[in-house]
C-alpha cells in the first residue's frame, strides 16, 4: 500500500515538472468554465422564453447537463494525452528496470501509475463540482444530482485511465499509446449511438456512455457502478500481464 | 566469509537462442567480481536475471539465502542495480530523484535525507544537487545512476558497464568509487575493457557465447598470463632440435634478430638449469624473463574467438 502511494507521488510529481500537466489542467478547467457560463447564460433565456412550466428543469439539471455532458467529452481527449507517457516512456527511457530492481511488485507499480493519474484528474472532477456548488450561493441546488454526476465522472475517467494505461504498456511510442487508447475509448464511448434501434444488443451494453446515463441522470446504481469497476479491473489485470510478460519473455 | 549471492545453473533461452547457459557462481562480502565477456556473451542477461529483471528458464539465485523468485521483494531490498542504460527520469532535480529511489527502496522517511546526504557525497554530487538530471554532463548523469543504486546501502551492488562512454578523469574517479564499494558492499561489475578487471576486482569471471570459460582470482588470471613461455634473448640462439635435446621444449618463436620466445611443455620452468646449459654451450645470453601474454591475448585464447 505504501508503495503504491510512492508510485502515485512520484506519477503526480511527474506530471507538474513537465508542461503537459499545467497546459491539460489549464485547457481543461478553461473549457469546463466556459460551459459553465454558456449554460448558465442560456438557461434564464430559455427558462424565461415561452417554456411551457411542465417542461421547466432546475438550474442544476440544465446547467449540470451542458457542464457534465462536455466534461465527459473533454476527458475522451485529455485522458490519452495524460495517459500516454505512464508506461510508453519509461520503456522509451529504458527506466523500467528503476521499477523492476526496487522491491515493488508489479501489481503495486501499475496500481501505482493508475492512481496517480487517477488522482491528477480528480483535481479536474472535483474543481467541476466545486464550480457548480457556488450556483448554491443564490440558488437552491440538487446536491445529490451533482454528487451522482461527479460520482459517474470519476468512474468513467478511471476507465478512459485504465485504458490509456493499457495501450500505454503495449508500445514504446507515447504517441502511439495516445492515438490507440483515444480510438479505442470512443469506440467504446459511442458504441451505445449506432446500436440506438437495438438497445439489448451487447455491443450497446458494453458502451461506457450507456452506463454513464444512468449517473448524469442522477441516479447511482450499483449495476453502473459495478460495470465500471469490472471495466477498470480488466485493463489493469491486462496491463499488469503485459509487464509481467516482459520478465518472462524478455 | 559470507555468502551474499549464489547463482546455480542459470540458464536464459530466448526461443532457440540460449543466452546463458548452466552459469553458476558465488560471492562474498566484501569482494568485487569482475564479469569480463565480448559483446553479446550474456553478461547483461545474466545481471537482469541476478536483479530480478529477466526470469531465468532453469536454475536458482539466492540473495542471502533468500531466492529471488519466490521472495522477489526481500531479495530485491538487498540488491543496487545499475543497468547498462542508466534508468533515470531526467525531467527531477537529482536530489528528487533520489528521493524517490530511496523511498521505493522502502527506506525509512526519517532516514531519507540523511542517505540522500551521504550518497551524493559518496559519488561527489553535492554540488550537483540542484540541478536537473537533464542537463548534467554523461559523467555526472553516471554518478547519479550508481547514488540510485547504493541509496538503500545494499548487500549486493551490480553495476553493468559503469565506464563506458566516460572521459579519463571520470573512469578513474568511478573505479575508484567502486573500489570504495567494495570495502562494505559485494560488488559486481561488467565491463569489457580488461585492465579495469584488474585495477578494481578480486575476482573474475569470464563468459562468452553464454558459458562461463573462467572462473578465479586476479591471480589466477595472471598466473594463467605468465604460463610456459621465456622471453630470451641470445646472440648465437641454438636450434630447436637442440633445445629439445635438452629441455621439453615445445616451439622456438624467433621474435626478431636476437629475441626468442621459447614455449616450454609445462609452466613449471627450471630457469637456472636454461641459464646454466646457455653458458656451458655458449649461446650468448644476454636476456630472459617470462613472456607474458598480455591481458587481450589471455581473452581471446580463453573465449577461442
Known sequence: MKMIINIAMKEIKSFFVTPMGWIIIALITAAFGWNYFIGINNYFEVMSGAIRPAERVGVTIYVGQTVYGSASFLMLFAVPLLSMRLISEERRQQTLPFLFSAPISIIEIVL??????????????????????????????????????????????????????????????????????????????????????????????????????????????????????????????????????????? | MTKTLKATNLTRRFGPNTAVNNVSFELSKGEVLGFLGPNGAGKSTTMRML????????????????????????????????PEMRPLYKEFKVNEFL??????????????????????????????????????????????????????????????????????????????????????????????????????????????????????????????????????????????KKLQVLFDVVKLEKQDALLHVIQFNSSDIDVEAFIKASIKERWGLFQISPHITSLEDTFVQLTNQ
Not at chain 1, 475509448?185 to 458502451?207: C, D, G, K, M
Not at chain 2, 536454475?59 to 543496487?80: F, H, S, T, Y
Request: aromatic residues 10%; contains cysteine; glycine residues 6%.
Open chain 2, 99 to 240: 528521493r524517490i529511489a530511496a523511498k521505493l527502496h522502502n527506506v525509512p522517511n526519517k532516514k531519507i535525507n540523511e542517505s540522500i546526504d551521504i550518497v551524493m557525497e559518496k559519488c561527489g554530487l553535492t554540488h550537483m544537487s540542484n540541478r536537473l538530471i537533464e542537463n548534467l554532463s554523461n559523467g555526472y548523469q553516471q554518478r547519479v545512476g550508481i547514488a540510485q543504486a547504493i541509496i538503500h546501502n545494499p548487500d549486493i551492488v551490480i553495476l553493468d558497464e559503469p565506464t563506458v562512454g566516460l572521459d579519463p578523469i571520470q573512469i578513474r574517479e568511478i573505479r575508484k568509487l567502486i573500489k570504495d564499494m567494495g570495502k562494505e558492499h559485494s560488488v559486481i561489475i561488467s565491463t569489457h575493457i580488461l585492465p579495469e578487471v584488474e585495477i578494481i576486482c578480486d575476482r573474475v569471471q569470464i563468459i562468452d557465447r553464454g558459458n562461463l570459460v573462467f572462473h578465479g582470482s586476479i591471480e589466477d588470471l595472471k598466473q594463467q598470463r605468465r604460463g610456459n613461455k621465456l622471453l630470451v634473448g641470445m646472440k648465437k640462439p641454438p636450434t630447436l
Open chain 1, 112 to 250: 501505482g501509475k493508475f492512481f496517480g493519474l487517477f488522482a491528477f484528474l480528480a483535481i479536474m472532477v472535483l474543481y467541476i463540482f466545486v464550480m457548480l456548488s457556488t450556483l448554491n450561493i443564490w440558488a437552491d441546488i440538487d446536491f445529490g444530482y451533482l454528487i451522482a454526476n461527479t460520482f459517474g465522472l470519476f468512474l468513467l475517467v478511471g476507465s478512459f485511465a485504465a485504458i490509456g494505461i493499457y495501450f500505454s504498456s503495449l508500445t514504446s511510442q507515447p504517441i502511439i499509446a495516445a492515438i490507440l487508447s483515444f480510438i479505442f475509448a470512443v469506440t467504446l464511448f459511442i458504441l451505445e449511438r449506432y446500436f440506438a434501434s437495438q438497445p439489448n444488443h451487447w455491443f450497446s451494453y458494453i458502451s461506457l456512455m450507456k452506463h454513464f446515463q444512468t449517473f448524469s441522470r442522477g441516479v447511482i446504481s450499483s449495476k453502473d457502478i459495478i460495470y465500471f469497476i469490472l471495466f477498470i479491473s480488466t485493463f489493469l489485470v491486462l496491463t499488469i500481464r503485459r509487464l509481467d510478460a516482459d520478465r518472462l519473455r524478455g
Open chain 2, 51 to 82: 536483479t530480478g529483471n529477466l526470469a531465468p528458464t532453469e536454475g536458482q539465485v539466492e540473495i542471502c539465502g533468500i531466492n529471488i523468485i519466490e521472495d522477489p521483494k526481500l531479495a530485491k531490498a538487498k540488491i543496487g542495480y545499475l
